[in-house]
């Protein structure tokens, strides 16, 4: 059950990740209105650019962690299916 709710928790991260990626993209200066500070006057590349990376590094890091709970749940469904079997 436990590895049930990491893999439910690392998607729901993924998918944050992913919307914080795409709302940068749509709109750079979210960072900006959200924290109140310009830290390149206005230009918003530099959130953009700040924003992106992290993001999409958690995004794969999140899915990966997603990828490994999705295999442990799966690996112990087929334990406890086999044992049953016995």
Do not use: K, Y
């Not at 200066?29 to 590349?45: I, K, N, V, Y």
């Not at 992290?54 to 749940?73: D, Q």
Request: hydrophobic share 50%.
């Amino acid at each position: 059950m436990t590895s049930r709710i990491r893999l439910v928790a690392a998607l729901v991260a993924a998918a944050l990740s992913a919307i914080a990626c795409i709302a940068t993209i749509v709109e750079p200066q979210w960072f900006e209105m959200l924290f109140d500070t310009s830290p390149d006057e206005g230009d918003g590349s530099l959130e953009t650019l700040i924003a992106v990376a992290i993001s999409a590094i958690a995004l794969v890091v999140f899915s990966l962690i997603g990828r490994r709970e999705w295999r442990r749940h799966v690996e112990e469904r087929t334990t406890a299916q086999l044992s049953r079997n016995d």
